[in-house]
């Protein structure tokens, strides 16, 4: 009877074989050696036509990288072109087996080798692999076995952790999450498209450090989307600043540097370079939402130029000197072009995070390189990127009631003060609380 079953599967397996090499590809080397010829990646020189050379593949539990060397007349910006075709070619499946030799590896024969394979196949067919491309002197192929999940939920993270750790999002290797640390990484850009989870994250960022840091963090919180974004967080006591209008955030910004360069004398005084030496635990954190509302290319008047071009100059400032003081900028956009983001602030911000663009040129501009306009039309997708690492992620989300509920402990009524140019009442930064709470320099032992 075993003789008969093991005879069963290993006809089987032969004739499954023998289909995937009629199908003109057996694995996925295969098949991305065939795309690349059918896509146009192969270079032809008179008689002789060259390809991408494999030069190593290796195995993961999450699926497979394969490197290649790219021929001669060939970019990474034309694979990446190809990249749709690419991921499509690679779940094109003719044969109905849908079995590779890896698959049939697998097989344990001293078990239901027919329904090991049933399984098997039941499971590739639902599969549907992603891919990933990335260069650095080799073209980089990572195939992943298991799509990356759509959504991941804040209320299933457990925040346990010390620092200034915020999490990222979950990468598709181990369905990891990682984190990013804005005592090692202190400037952000953010971009994306609206709707793909810009300002999710930017509310993320600000209710995880106020759970983790009440009594340490404060915010200089700029929403030029009308208020729609930053609302929640307006009567909480770790926001010093508030601005709605262009106006408002040169005044909140204004404030922000002059406490940074009083900030710098006092511990140039107590002979301190920085906050880790002066022991203060306190870290302020400017964030824009929209930072393209202060553009003086947008600007209709001279006076509004003139304005956009000194919250620029503020912008700068912060970004050079402060992160030594505990200032830490975040500037996120919607519209990325090539002069919305002040160049030494890009050039001071270490840590992009992008969501899906519209086009090449708007991913380079976040992130200096195209990528983000291949992102999936999935709301909450980015590419993370440092100064050593790139990887997709997929980001948190979080719901307004969460939010609330971590802002509530923490709402403080704060002072008013009547604005000139109407009868329209805003919040003032001043707290009227402690000078801690206020922004005032400490020293601590």
């Known amino acids: 009877m075993f003789f008969e079953i093991l005879s069963s599967a290993m006809f089987g397996s032969i004739v499954i074989v023998a289909q995937l090499k009629k199908s003109g590809a057996t694995n996925d080397s295969d098949k991305l050696n065939k795309i690349f010829s059918l896509t146009g990646l192969n270079v032809q020189d008179k008689k002789k036509t060259y390809t991408a050379q494999i030069l190593k593949k290796k195995v993961y539990s999450w699926g ?79 195939v ?54 810009k300002s999710n994250f930017l509310n993320m960022l600000i209710t995880t ?60 005084k107590h002979g301190v370079k920085n906050a880790q030496e002066a022991n203060d635990p306190v870290r302020h ?23 956009k071009e000194r919250c620029q100059t503020f912008m700068s400032q912060v970004a050079r000197l402060g992160a030594g003081l505990g200032y830490r900028q975040i500037l996120a956009t919607q519209y990325p072009t090539g002069d919305v983001i002040p160049r030494q602030c890009k050039q001071n911000s270490d840590a992009k995070l992008c969501f899906r663009v519209q086009n090449g040129t708007a991913s380079r501009v976040v992130l200096d390189e195209t990528g983000a306009e291949l992102l999936p039309e999935i709301k909450g997708r980015a ?6 690492k790139r990887q997709i992620v997929q980001t948190p989300m979080i719901e307004t009631k969460t939010i609330n509920q971590a802002v509530k402990p923490h709402i403080i009524i704060k002072a008013r003060k009547e604005k000139n140019n109407g009868n329209r009442n805003q919040q003032s930064g001043e707290t009227g609380a402690n000078p801690a709470q206020s922004g005032a320099i400490q020293f601590y032992e």
């Open 383 to 388: 590419i993370y990127q440092t100064a050593d």
């Open 209 to 268: 450090l106020i759970i983790l840091q009440p009594d340490n963090v404060r915010f200089t919180l700029i929403d030029l989307k009308g208020g729609v974004e930053f609302h929640s967080f307006l009567n909480a006591k770790q926001v010093i600043h508030y601005a709605e209008e262009p106006e408002e955030a040169e005044e909140a910004l204004a404030a922000v540097v002059k406490e940074m360069r009083e900030k710098q004398q006092e511990y140039k």
């Open 64 to 142: 497979t990288e394969y490197c290649y060397r790219i021929p001669l007349g060939r970019s990474f910006e034309d694979y990446q072109a190809k990249f749709n075709h690419i991921q499509d070619g690679l779940n094109n499946r003719k044969t109905a087996f849908n079995l590779s030799l890896d698959d049939l590896k697998t097989l344990d024969f001293r078990s239901n080798i027919i329904q090991q394979i049933r399984d098997l196949l039941t499971k590739n067919k639902a599969a549907k692999k992603e891919i990933e491309l990335s260069y650095d002197g080799t073209l980089k192929v990572m």
């Open 144 to 197: 992943y076995n298991t799509p990356m999940p759509t959504m991941v939920s804040y209320t299933d993270i457990t925040l346990t952790w010390d620092g200034w750790k915020v999490p990222v999002g979950q990468i598709r290797e181990g369905n990891t999450l990682i984190f990013h640390d804005f005592e090692k990484v202190p400037h952000m850009v953010v971009g994306g498209a609206t709707r793909y989870g």
């Open 285 to 307: 954190f400017i964030i824009i939402d929209e930072v393209g509302e202060l553009n003086p290319a947008e600007a209709v008047t001279k006076e509004e130029r003139a304005l």
